[in-house]
């Protein structure tokens, strides 16, 4: 089989790539070990920059059609109880949304077999060739290889590319269950994740509603012993921590679903490895603190799949491609760092020190500043990549066609130059990749004429840049 793109994984990376480069019109084959889906929850919601990017495609919306209603309470940072407040940043989706991870692959997978995008389940890649042309994997040859296969990556092990960083120092489990019965320790209802974390009789947990009859349950030993990785996860291990924590009126009604899960924290030194890409968990691991995971990977997509089909379709300039560890390296470089600050102000031992910094740490997410820093960082708004501007604000719009947003004329998944002034401008021979809008708007745009947008939604050139567009153009767009 011949393709141009090989993506590794069916997550939710893999995946959301696979979208970019359909969208492109890039032929594109998903490999994925794992004969079925996975059906536990996993990753148990989306970060507002994760919502903003999904709008950008105009997936957000049948994505949610039938979901539960949106949260209207804000992230966490270490569990703390203060919520924090994204709406200073200007976005239309300031709180976290609540997805189950299976369900978003879920949405993805299908949209991508709709298309026609073989997503083939079975295929375990126990080897990767490279030449100066191509990648092949399996019998399967394509220009490049995406490797979206996690924590565990079997791309990254064939190829010996070293994943520098910690060991795990700690074993717990992320289960999906039903209760029998439960006690008033139980929470009944969705709200800030602060609530959630109890622990008690050796244990920490963290037990909140999923959907239906539906509960997560995260626990581990406060003396971080637990079994090895590949030990599967017993009912009596649950029936126990729940016993621990919320007492014998809680009762376990069915295991569904179980896994064990680290602290573990690395990262790949590169994420280019000649023409084999390296996206998500199989980029980068850290302790699943404050909903991270899953976001990283779909932003690590968002960034490199238009750069990937610029390159295939050939008007890719020089250092496009590389600019994809350029820029995401170093935002998971910061969240692996934050999040194991958050574990250390998480740990639930009783330590009276700790109990004190935590104190403290609250006060000082109440302030207004303080708290703006620390929700732009979790929430994924304030990225800002080198030599680039910040994300588009989502502006509303009135263009001849009638009234729009900036995210809505982004759904194709070219760039966009927006002129607010009524002046037309050039793209050059570029209307294949950059499309151009004339509009006008009533919000506050600091007397910004005129926007270049790359695809991934972040300001590549504005009026108020002493560069000229042609430059910005040449630079992002060939």
């Not at 960083?165 to 602060?194: C, I, K, Y």
């Not at 990283?296 to 560890?325: C, T």
């Not at 009783?350 to 403290?360: H, N, S, W, Y």
């Not at 002493?466 to 040449?474: D, F, G, Q, V, Y």
Request: some cysteine; proline content about 6%; glycine content about 10%.
């Amino acid at each position: 089989m011949r393709t141009e793109i090989i993506v590794v994984g069916a997550g939710p990376t893999g995946l959301m790539l696979a979208h970019e480069l359909t969208l492109a019109g890039v032929p594109v084959v998903v490999l994925e070990r794992e004969r079925a889906r996975n059906p536990q929850s996993r990753a148990g919601g989306l970060q507002p920059r994760t919502a903003e990017v999904l709008d950008l495609r105009g997936l957000l919306d049948p994505l949610l059609a039938d979901a539960p209603s949106r949260n209207t309470y804000g992230g966490h940072f270490a569990m703390l109880p203060v919520e924090l407040d994204c709406r200073p940043w200007r976005t239309r989706h300031p709180y976290p949304v609540t997805l189950p991870q299976a369900r978003l692959e879920a949405f993805l997978e299908q949209r991508l077999v709709g298309q026609g995008v073989p997503v083939l389940r079975g295929r375990d890649v126990s080897a990767v060739e490279q030449d100066a042309d191509g990648v092949t994997v399996g019998g399967i040859r394509g220009s490049y290889l995406v490797a979206c296969d996690g924590a565990h990556s079997s791309v990254r092990s064939a190829l010996a590319v070293p994943f520098p960083g910690r060991a795990g120092r700690m074993s717990a489990v992320a289960a999906d269950l039903t209760l029998a019965s439960r006690s008033d320790a139980v929470p009944t209802g969705h709200g800030h994740f602060s609530q959630y974390p109890r622990s008690g009789g050796g244990y920490f947990t963290i037990l909140h509603p999923l959907d239906g009859d539906r509960y997560r349950l995260l626990f581990g030993k406060l003396s971080g012993d637990g079994p090895d990785r590949e030990a599967p996860v017993t009912a009596d291990e649950v029936r126990e921590a729940l016993l621990a924590v919320y007492g014998p009126e809680t009762e376990l009604g069915e295991l569904r679903a179980a896994s064990r899960f680290s602290d573990a924290v690395r990262q790949v030194e590169r994420y280019r490895e000649g023409r084999v890409f390296f996206a998500g968990d199989a980029a980068h691991i850290h302790a699943p603190i404050g909903g991270q995971g899953v976001n990283l990977g779909v932003q690590d997509a968002v960034n490199l799949g238009w750069k990937l089909a610029a390159e295939v379709r050939g008007w890719a300039p020089a250092g496009l491609l590389d600019s994809y560890h350029d820029e995401r390296h170093p935002v998971a470089a910061r969240v692996l760092e934050h999040t194991r600050a958050q574990a250390v102000l998480t740990n639930p031992a009783q330590d009276e020190e700790l109990a004190a910094v935590r104190a403290l740490a609250t006060e000082l997410l109440r302030l207004p500043d303080t708290n703006r820093y620390i929700s732009g960082m979790m929430s994924g708004l304030d990225t800002q990549y080198p030599g680039l501007g910040p994300r588009m604000i989502d502006l509303e719009l009135t263009t001849e066609a009638g009234p729009t947003r900036v995210s809505r004329l982004m759904h194709s998944g070219r760039g966009l130059l927006l002129s607010l002034d009524g002046r037309r401008r050039a793209v050059g021979d570029r209307s294949d990749r950059v499309e151009h809008v004339m509009a006008k708007t009533d919000e506050d745009v600091d007397g910004v004429d005129a926007f270049l947008i790359r695809p991934d939604g972040y300001i590549a050139w504005s009026t108020a840049d002493r560069t000229p567009l042609e430059t910005a153009l040449t630079r992002w767009f060939g």
